[in-house]
T-cell receptor, first 115, second 113 residues
């Protein structure tokens, strides 16, 4: 298995531009999570999906952030418009939420820089 | 609500010495506990996890952790540090099911030659 695949690995954009981060979870996993990592706040859970349905988006910082999961093999995290304080590493993770099996697998992350 | 406290943002040990990274959790339900390692500019790799059963959990790279319910702790240990262990270590907790992980702030492990 190729693991959780995120793209792009690095993104540099100008303030005000739209940014879309992409994630392909592990085949067969039914839960998907988006995290943000910064020096100041550490790892924060932004939103998670179960069976493609958003379950909890209380971690999404503002309405500028949105996430979708149109099917079991693809998810996007969009920031529109982007701001310099959105600069961070964004991780996607997936798991199979069967009782007793909590194998969360993380992607390599997308390093976002907003200038 | 759950939370994780990792004592010590930086821990420095000599090569060959015991590694001890501390983690305390708060959870309203029986927790599932994890340790992840992150090398520079990389993602998070699972070291070990406690879900049910034996409270002493062995992981990769010679690490182990013990779940102590009475102390609400899940400290990570390794008998003999290696230079390659230098990294950031994160403790995490979840209620299980489809819930996500709540992470501690991380501990940067430094290995002195």
């Amino acid at each position: 298995d190729a693991g959780v695949i995120q793209s792009p690995r690095h993104e540099v954009t100008e303030m005000g531009q739209e940014v879309t981060l992409r994630c392909k979870p592990i085949s067969g996993h039914n839960s998907l999570f988006w995290y943000r990592q910064t020096m100041m706040r550490g790892l924060e859970l932004l939103i998670y999906f179960n069976n493609n349905v958003p379950i909890d988006d209380s971690g999404m910082p503002e309405d500028r952030f949105s996430a979708k999961m149109p099917n079991a093999s693809f998810s996007t995290l969009k920031i529109q418009p982007s701001e310099p304080r959105d600069s961070a590493v964004y991780f996607c993770a997936s798991s199979f939420s069967l009782q007793g099996d909590y194998g969360y697998t993380f992607g390599s992350g997308t390093r976002l820089t907003v200038v | 609500a759950q939370s994780v406290t990792q004592l010590g943002s930086h821990v420095s040990v000599s090569e060959g010495a015991l590694v001890l990274l501390r983690c305390n959790y708060s959870s309203s339900v029986p927790p599932y506990l994890f340790w992840y390692v992150q090398y520079p500019n990389q993602g998070l790799q699972l070291l070990l996890k406690y879900t049910t059963g034996a409270t002493l959990v062995k992981g990769i790279n010679g690490f182990e952790a013990e779940f102590k319910k009475s102390e609400t702790s899940f400290h990570l240990t390794k008998p003999s540090a290696h230079m390659s262990d230098a990294a950031e270590y994160f403790c995490a907790v979840t209620r299980g099911g489809a819930d996500g992980l709540t992470f501690g702030k991380g501990t940067h492990l430094i290995i002195q030659p």
